[in-house]
């Protein structure tokens, strides 16, 4: 395993499509989904998606276990939304791509996914709490869509902003 450079905005990486993995899951998806893994525990951070790190495949990484239990990494391929609940939770949110900066975005409190596991198994479950939070913002970065696009203009702008400022100050 590996850990690997996460990308942050305005990169425009961020803003692609990513591509669905086709003919199975093989031993190559699952190196990258242990990179993805490690990379974000090293963050640390709850969800990864596989375009953080710059691969534009439709894969995640998640572990909403608390910090002082056991690990619990889950892995989704290809994941799909097969309904949402009309019930809308709002929720503090937080992106290993716009370090620093937490915003309140809306979303179905609930939602069922369908996907891949890491051995290629289809699974479908139903999602609440932090976990419905996580996949669906972690689903938003395969369309090429970050948390801050969910806020207004000024808020988006003033973000970017903050990070490209954090990093000048890094790199000097
Ligand atoms: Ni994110």
């Known amino acids: 395993m590996a850990i690997r ?3 942050t905005v305005p990169n425009p990486l961020l803003k692609e499509v990513s591509k ?3 003919g199975g899951i093989t031993d190559e998806h699952r190196r990258l989904m242990d990179d993805m893994l490690e990379t974000m525990y090293d963050a640390p951070g709850v969800g990864l998606a596989a375009i953080q790190i710059g691969v534009p495949l439709r894969i995640i990484v998640m572990d909403i276990s608390g910090k002082d ?3 619990e990494p889950r892995y ?3 994941p799909e939304i097969t309904w949402r609940s009309e019930e809308l939770k ?3 949110e937080g992106c290993l791509s716009v370090p620093e900066i937490y915003d309140e975005v809306d979303r179905p409190a609930r939602v069922k996914v ?3 596991d890491y051995n290629g198994k289809e ?3 139903e999602a609440d709490g932090l976990f419905a939070v996580c996949i669906q913002h972690e689903m938003d970065h395969l369309e090429g869509v970050v948390f801050l696009d969910h806020l207004s203009r000024l808020k988006r702008d003033s973000a970017i ?3 490209k400022k954090a990093q000048k100050f890094e790199a000097a």
């Open 76 to 78: 989704f391929v290809n």
């Open 123 to 125: 699974v479908e479950e």
């Open 5 to 7: 450079e996460i990308i």
């Open 161 to 163: 902003r903050k990070v």
């Open 69 to 71: 239990d056991a690990r």
């Open 90 to 92: 709002s929720w503090e």
């Open 114 to 116: 369908k996907y891949l």
């Open 20 to 22: 669905p993995v086709e």
